[in-house]
């Protein structure tokens, strides 16, 4: 008996047990904190992936137009559907936003002018729709309950909140790479932002100098797909712009103004220099809808080959063949000097009359117009008679001169081109539209003009150009990241040629225009959704990302 007592005393192989019965209160504690721990980590991340939704749905609708803040706190609140999965702490189920939508920068949607990232912190506060370019978006907090912790349902995670702030980003497309430098940036303007309002300038004339410097009024390009004539040739003649989608701001500059490459413009006015302004092709490079120019073609008016010049006049009659005015004035409705016999879409008075040395309102060197126009001149010329209300403006858009801008008859031209014939004696019937040449040509020569206004093909005449301060910038030719002031709207209104002001006689040697100059008309600022409005040739895309 004593000896089974001492056998059983002795045994060691159940000790084990009370040590797994003591320590399972411990693993049980550590399980279930790890879990916990793991369901609030879950839940951060949730809440986190909410508002970075919320806050780019916001971002998506900061267009600087009337109602966008109200538009982004909708967005922020109802265009995503959020469901907590992790949290119960009671609070309805969905992930929720504060219902605010006031342009400012208090509460859970808070608006700013900027953001800036080198130090993490919101510029201005954004008080109007316009200034609204940043939105931030705090998500209602919320809580984990323990579930499995030593002190089931008497702990709590405390509530997690989350945050996003977001911004929208904008590229342009298929339009060529180009850039001007703001024409009313004063000399010696340190200002990057400084103002240049291309809404207030609807239909006035801008000439840009292509000088290779940059100065106020001039214009360059921008980088795109690689430099080199070849590819900047491709950029301005082809349909569809090699490369890629220049965003909106932080362009890359080229440097200087390569003339030979001009040519490729001019296909959009359905100059073919040669043959060789299109490479790879004239199915690449479409001429516009409507071409109408100053520009005549072929030997019955006196130009050899089959190359495109300005109708041939001596020092005598110029002023009748050729649109030369004397003055910055129109022409009178009577006189020896009435109705030019080829005239495209004319420049503003003060250039037109001016040529290369220009001066509007009064200002020497001023490249910006008055947008008054010789529209009488102008309908004598390809139309016969004055204007006479023919642009509707409901049709059209407002008038700020009181008749139409060059843009808006140039679109009434292709509205109306199977009824509206050149009446001029001699046309054959044809439109003077896609073939906008003097009437002696036309009855003799049967050289192509031009094309019969197509539906398929894009307005190649309308344009998006980036406009810098290029002085407070410091350009002075290539340089990266460059702010963009903002993107506009141009109207190519003449084909980029050297123009004389006669062809012999004194003073013909004259220069009247340059190669490298683009006269555009001034259409407005380019705005989101651009795309119908530009016929397919001009497009914004807008894109909103995190920037935290």
């Known amino acids: 008996m004593r000896r089974r007592i001492r056998r059983i005393g002795g045994d060691s192989s159940g ?25 609030m980590a879950t839940l951060d991340t949730e809440l986190q992936s909410a508002a970075d939704q919320a806050a780019l749905a916001a971002a998506s609708q900061l267009d600087g137009t009337t109602g966008a803040c109200a538009r982004a706190a909708a967005a922020a609140r109802a265009l995503i559907t959020n469901t907590t999965l992790l949290a119960n702490d009671g609070s309805p189920i969905g992930i929720g936003v504060a219902s605010e939508s006031a342009c400012d920068a208090t509460g859970s949607i808070r608006f700013y002018q900027s953001y800036n990232q080198a130090t993490d912190t919101p510029g201005a506060a954004a008080t109007t729709d316009a200034e609204a370019k940043v939105v931030q978006v705090a998500i209602n907090g919320r809580a984990v ?3 499995l912790t030593p002190i089931v349902g008497a702990l709590s995670s405390g509530t997690f909140g989350a945050e996003a702030i977001a911004s929208l980003g904008h590229a342009i497309c298929k339009t060529p790479p180009i850039m001007m430098c703001n024409p009313d940036e004063p000399i010696g303007n340190a200002n990057v932002n400084y103002p240049f309002d291309a809404n207030a300038l609807k239909g006035v004339g801008v000439l840009l100098v292509g000088d290779g410097s940059y100065e106020p009024g001039n214009w360059g390009f921008l980088q795109n797909n690689g430099s080199g004539a070849s590819v ?8 569809t712009p090699p490369g890629d989608c220049q965003p909106q701001t932080g362009v890359d500059t080229q440097t200087g103004v390569v003339a030979s490459v001009m040519d490729g413009l001019n296909t959009r006015f359905d100059v073919d220099a040669n043959g060789n302004s299109c490479p790879g092709g004239n199915a690449l490079c479409s001429p516009s809808l409507n071409v109408r120019k100053d520009l005549a073609r072929g030997t019955t008016c006196g130009i ?25 004035t129109a022409y009178p409705t009577s006189g020896p000097t009435t109705t030019p016999e080829i005239m495209g879409h004319p420049r503003d008075l003060c250039h037109a009359y001016s040529g290369t040395s220009w001066s509007c309102g009064g200002t020497a060197n001023r490249r910006i117009g008055t947008g008054d126009w010789d529209i ?43 009824t509206k014939l050149n009446p001029k004696a001699g046309s054959g019937g044809k439109t003077a539209y896609s073939k906008p040449v003097a009437a002696t040509c036309l009855a003799t020569n049967t050289a192509p003009y031009g094309i019969e206004p197509s539906t398929s093909v894009a307005d190649r005449r309308r344009l998006s150009i980036a406009v810098l301060n290029c002085k407070a910038l410091n350009i002075g030719g290539h340089e990266n990241d460059q702010p963009v002031l903002k993107w506009v709207d141009v109207f190519m209104v003449e084909p980029s040629f050297g123009r004389s002001k006669c062809t012999s006689g004194p003073g013909c040697n004259t220069k009247y225009t340059d190669k490298t100059d683009i006269y555009v008309e001034i259409i407005g600022e380019t705005q989101s959704g651009s795309a119908g409005a530009t016929a ?11 920037i935290k």
């Open 15 to 39: 000790a084990v047990a009370p040590t797994v019965a003591l320590s399972l209160f411990a693993l049980i504690g550590a399980g279930g904190i790890a879990f916990d721990y793991a369901r």
């Open 145 to 147: 309950n323990f579930a």
């Open 232 to 239: 900047l040739l491709k950029n301005l003649a082809y349909n």
């Open 304 to 328: 050899t080959g089959q190359g495109w010049e300005e109708n041939q006049a001596s020092s005598a009659d110029y002023e009748s063949k050729r649109y030369r005015p004397a003055s910055a």
């Open 376 to 418: 009488n001149a102008y309908w004598r010329s390809n139309f016969g008679a004055n204007y006479a209300n023919e642009v509707s403006v409901a049709t059209y858009g407002s008038q700020p001169k009181g008749y139409p801008t060059r843009y808006q008859v140039y679109l009434w031209e292709m509205d109306n081109y199977t």
């Open 536 to 546: 397919g040739q001009v497009v914004r895309r807008d894109v909103p990302y995190l």
